[in-house]
C-alpha cells in the first residue's frame, strides 16, 4: 500500500452502528482511517467540499444518485456498493460507476476491496501530479524554446504541432496556423530529401542521430544551410520528435566568388538556382538558365600559357558582368564554362545571349604581349512550373550547349 494515511471514508448507510463495525473490521486489517457516517444521500453534496478517499454505500440508499453527485462535482472517489446478495439495487450501480458490489458479511473481501480500490486511488493521484508537473516543465521548456535563436518545432507523424518564434521566421512563416498545415519534408531542399529521410530513419531505429548539415527552403524559396539535430520530447504529455536547425556560419565577404572572373562560385550559384526552380514551381515567375563556354579555350591555353588563357576567360567574364540584366547572377561554374540564371521573356534573354556571342566574334584579345580570337557556344534552358528539379535544368542547359 502506498503509505498515504490516514484515509478519509464515508458509510453511506441506515444504521450507524453497522458502520461503526465495518469501520472496526478495516482498522483491525492494519487500515489507519478517520470515518463518518450518512444516513441519507441528500447529506452527501455538502460533504464532499471536504476531501474524502471511499465511499461504501449500502444496495438501495440511491447509490446511483451518490454516484451522480460525485461526477457532477468532478470529484475521483470510488464507490463500493454493500450488498449480502447480488440483487438489481446493488448490481444497477455498476453501469453508473460504482466499482465493485461486496458482501460485508465476508471481512477478508471487503477488506480486500476497500485496500484495492484505496491503492489504484493513490495511483491515479500520483498520475495527475506526475501529469501536472510534467505540464509544468513543458510549460517551462516551451518559454526557453520561444526565447531560444535557434529554429526549434515539434513533429508529430510528419507534421508540425508547435514551432518557435525563429523557426516561423527561418521558413517565412506568419504564425502557427499557417505552418501547423504543411509537413515537414517540404521544407527540405529537394536534393537532401533523400539524406534527410535516412537521418530520419536513424533516428526512428536508434532513438538519437548525429547532427547532420542540409540545405532547407524558405517560403519565397530562398535556399538556407542548416545543421538539423533530432531528439525525444514531449508535447501535452504526447511523444514526438524535436527538430533543431541552425544556420550555417555566414561567408566572408567575396567567399563566395572566384577570384580569377569575380563571378559566383559553383556553390552559390546552385542554391540561386535551386530559389529559381522553387520560384517556378510555385507560379511566381518562370527563369532561364545560360551555359557559356569558350570554344577554343583549351588550345589557346596549350598555345598561350595558362595565365593567357586566365586573362581570356577573366575578359568574357567582365563582358558578362556589365551585360547582366538587373536581378540575374552569373558564375564560374566549371573551369571553362560560365553560367548565367535570369529572369525575362524568351526575346531579352535570346538577345543577351547573341550579343555576347557578336562581341566575341569581332574581338581580337590582348593576352600578355600575344593576340588570340575565340568563338562562344551558349546553351540555354527555360526554367518553368514544369521544371522538376535544378539537375533537371542542369542537364538541360548542357543539353543545349552541346548543340550549340
Known amino acids: 500500500m502506498p503509505p498515504r494515511e490516514p484515509f478519509r471514508l464515508v458509510f453511506l448507510m441506515s444504521s450507524s452502528e453497522e458502520a461503526e463495525r465495518l469501520a472496526s473490521t478495516l482498522r483491525n486489517a492494519g487500515l489507519l482511517i478517520h470515518h463518518t457516517h450518512l444516513d441519507n444521500v441528500q447529506k452527501l453534496e455538502p460533504l464532499l467540499q471536504e476531501s474524502w478517499d471511499l465511499i461504501l454505500c449500502e444496495a438501495g440508499l440511491e447509490a446511483i444518485q451518490a454516484l451522480a453527485i460525485i461526477k457532477e462535482q468532478g470529484r475521483d472517489i470510488p464507490l463500493i456498493i454493500l450488498s449480502p446478495e447480488p440483487s438489481s439495487a446493488a448490481i444497477d450501480p455498476l453501469a453508473y460507476g460504482a466499482r465493485d458490489v461486496v458482501n460485508p458479511a465476508v471481512k477478508a473481501l471487503l477488506v480486500h476491496a476497500v485496500k484495492r480500490e484505496l491503492e489504484a486511488l493513490e495511483q491515479r493521484r500520483m498520475l495527475d501530479h506526475c501529469q501536472h508537473s510534467l505540464g509544468e516543465c513543458e510549460e517551462r521548456n516551451r518559454i526557453l524554446m520561444d526565447s531560444s535563436r535557434d529554429a526549434i518545432a515539434y513533429i508529430h507523424e510528419g507534421m508540425h504541432i508547435y514551432a518557435n518564434t525563429a523557426y516561423l521566421d527561418m521558413f517565412g512563416f506568419m504564425d502557427q496556423d499557417e505552418l501547423s498545415g504543411v509537413p515537414l519534408l517540404d521544407l527540405i531542399a529537394p536534393e537532401d530529401v533523400p539524406a534527410f529521410k535516412a537521418l530520419l530513419r536513424r533516428y526512428q531505429e536508434k532513438g538519437k542521430a548525429a547532427p547532420a548539415e542540409i540545405h532547407v527552403l524558405h517560403s519565397d524559396g530562398r535556399r538556407l544551410k542548416v545543421t538539423v539535430e533530432l531528439s525525444p520530447a514531449h508535447m501535452e504529455g504526447e511523444p514526438c520528435m524535436q527538430i533543431v536547425f541552425r544556420k550555417a556560419q555566414e561567408a566572408a565577404p567575396g567567399e563566395h566568388l572566384d577570384p580569377l572572373t569575380g563571378l559566383y562560385l559553383r556553390p552559390y550559384f546552385l542554391e540561386a538556382l535551386s530559389r529559381a526552380v522553387a520560384r517556378a514551381q510555385q507560379g511566381k515567375g518562370d527563369s532561364a538558365l545560360l551555359f557559356i563556354s569558350l570554344d577554343n579555350l583549351p588550345g589557346i591555353r596549350q598555345a598561350l600559357g595558362i595565365q593567357a588563357s586566365d586573362h581570356l576567360l577573366a575578359e568574357v567574364a567582365q563582358w558578362i558582368k556589365d551585360a547582366l540584366p538587373p536581378g540575374a547572377t552569373a558564375a564560374r561554374f566549371s573551369e571553362d564554362t560560365l553560367a548565367v540564371l535570369t529572369q525575362g521573356g524568351m526575346d531579352d534573354i535570346r538577345a543577351f545571349a547573341e550579343n555576347l556571342r557578336r562581341q566575341a566574334e569581332g574581338h581580337v ?40
Not at 365 to 378: C, D, H, M, P, W
Open 365 to 404: 584579345f590582348e593576352l600578355l604581349g600575344k593576340t588570340a580570337i575565340t568563338t562562344l557556344s551558349i546553351g540555354i534552358a527555360l526554367i518553368t512550373d514544369q521544371t522538376e528539379s535544378a539537375d533537371e535544368a542542369l542537364r538541360a542547359a548542357e543539353s543545349a550547349l552541346k548543340e550549340a
